[in-house]
């Protein structure tokens, strides 16, 4: 069973950057990481991912620009990236991990991703 840990999450100001860390462990991993937000009475929504086997990624237009993925083999992370950070970016982020490859989820869909951390809070003031 692959675990997730999210970290990173904090308060900053409006073109500020952090950076969320999603730690995996349990058996090898080789799917599909992303990075979904859900912000107060919104619906979940799929930021970013990145296909473990080959590190392309793929990034929502609400955020196209301004988020990078990177995932780190070796420590078995992956991590977001926010630039220019803006106060409609506030929400709770959580890191999702899929068995199969990205190319088989459709972007945004939740179901396709079987595991999911606690997830960690942004919050962008103006």
């Known amino acids: ?13 409006a073109g500020g950057s952090l950076r969320l860390s999603c730690a995996a462990s349990g058996p090898t991993f080789s799917g599909c990481m ?19 086997r080959t590190g392309v990624a793929r990034f929502s237009d609400s955020v196209k620009g301004r988020f990078r993925i990177r995932q780190d083999k070796s420590k078995n992370t992956v991590d977001l990236q926010m630039d ?23 972007f945004g869909d939740i179901g396709g991703f079987r595991y999911w951390g606690q997830g960690t809070q942004v919050t962008v003031s103006s």
Do not use: H, I
């Open 1 to 13: 069973q692959v675990q997730l840990v999210e970290s990173g999450g904090a308060s900053v100001q």
């Open 34 to 52: 992303s990075w979904f937000r859900q912000a107060a009475g919104k619906e979940r929504e799929e930021v970013a991912r990145v296909a473990t």
């Open 84 to 106: 220019s950070l803006k106060p409609e970016d506030t929400a709770m982020y959580s890191c999702a991990a899929a068995d199969n490859l990205c190319s088989y989820v459709a």
